[in-house]
């Protein structure tokens, strides 16, 4: 993924989120406008056969990682035709031949999974990595601890990113974890880990290649804390709990903006240039909308269907 289309990728997810938001019928999600680079600089790192795992902020995440624009609006509305016919909504999104293994909306539920993906990718002899992505929150969580430990003993192929947006919920993260830098919890495990600017695409993309680098090299697994800030509440029904200056200050480290403006400096991009960038993703966003409002809700008969 070059600098334009990490642009443009940024672009369609804060589109994409800002359109459903806008929609009576949006229902509870989590989004993610100011998270931007991480979900980009993150899968622009990965190769077509690694697996994403992500917690349930995943639309961002999954369109990043090349799910249908169009599926994944379809899916959020609870249309047939959603990525996963309707039924796992934001919370448990998947589309494993995109290399997107799903959502999980329990906090620090996909850790342990992950290690079981990546269990398997190590079996399969595939040099295939599995990537994990989960908030500062789940940093909290038994779960992480247990999963860095068997991660280490087997040499697991198995990224861990911490997208360390410093709120759970409305709690700081200063308040509820110890540790000065999140990427300090692998120490311990002997797990090499670093800690980078979550607000900017290229370093993020950067850290996260270079972590995969050893990881695919059979050297186990790496740690990347990535620190980013977002632009609103929780949740679409949680109150915003920041005040308005710093909320000012937060949105001012757009990372759409710090890339638009490196591109522009650089020579890559100009107004007309990113004019065609905008109108190509609103496109794609409108069409996504007239897919999944063309499409219809699932029929009863289907209720009972892959339920095990």
């Known amino acids: 993924m070059n600098a334009i289309e990490r642009l443009r990728t940024m672009m369609l997810i804060r589109a994409f989120e800002r359109t459903l ?3 009576p019928d949006h229902g509870f999600q989590l989004l993610s406008a100011g998270e931007e680079a991480v979900a980009v600089g993150l899968c622009s790192a990965l ?3 690694d697996q994403l795992l992500t917690g349930g902020r995943s639309i961002g995440p999954a369109l990043a990682r090349g799910v249908d624009p169009k599926t994944v609006m379809a899916e ?3 249309k047939s035709a959603g990525v996963n016919r309707g039924k796992a909504g934001r919370g448990h999104l998947a589309d494993p031949e995109h290399g997107f293994f799903g959502a999980h909306a329990v906090v ?5 999974i992950a290690a079981g993906v990546a269990l398997a990718q190590q079996l399969s002899g595939q040099p295939n990595i599995v990537c994990v992505l989960f908030g500062d929150g789940a940093a909290g969580s038994g779960a992480l601890h247990e999963t860095l430990n068997i991660a280490a003993l ?3 192929p198995l990224l861990f990113v911490c997208n360390n947006n410093q709120l759970s919920v409305s709690t700081p993260r200063r ?3 110890a540790p000065r830098r999140l990427a300090d919890l692998a120490a311990p495990f002997g797990v090499p880990a670093q ?11 950067e850290a996260i290649a270079s972590a995969a680098r050893g990881v695919r090299s059979g050297a186990g697994p790496a740690f990347v804390e990535c620190e980013s800030e977002r632009f609103g509440p929780h949740s679409t029904t949680a109150r915003e709990t920041r005040d308005p200056e710093t909320l000012e200050r937060i949105r001012a480290r757009c990372p759409i903006l710090r890339l638009t403006g490196d591109l522009e400096l650089a020579g890559a991009v100009s107004p007309a240039s990113l004019a065609t960038l905008e109108a190509e993703v609103e496109a794609m966003v409108a069409e996504a909308v007239a897919f999944a409002e063309a499409a219809p809700y699932p029929s009863p008969s289907e209720a009972l ?3 095990g």
């Open 21 to 23: 938001a806008a929609r």
């Open 47 to 49: 190769q077509p056969g």
């Open 76 to 78: 959020l509305l609870g």
């Open 108 to 112: 620090g539920g996909n850790l342990s």
């Open 154 to 156: 087997w040499k697991l």
């Open 175 to 177: 308040a509820a974890l």
């Open 195 to 205: 800690t980078v600017d979550g607000m900017d695409v290229v370093a993020v993309a």
């Open 305 to 307: 269907a892959d339920v």
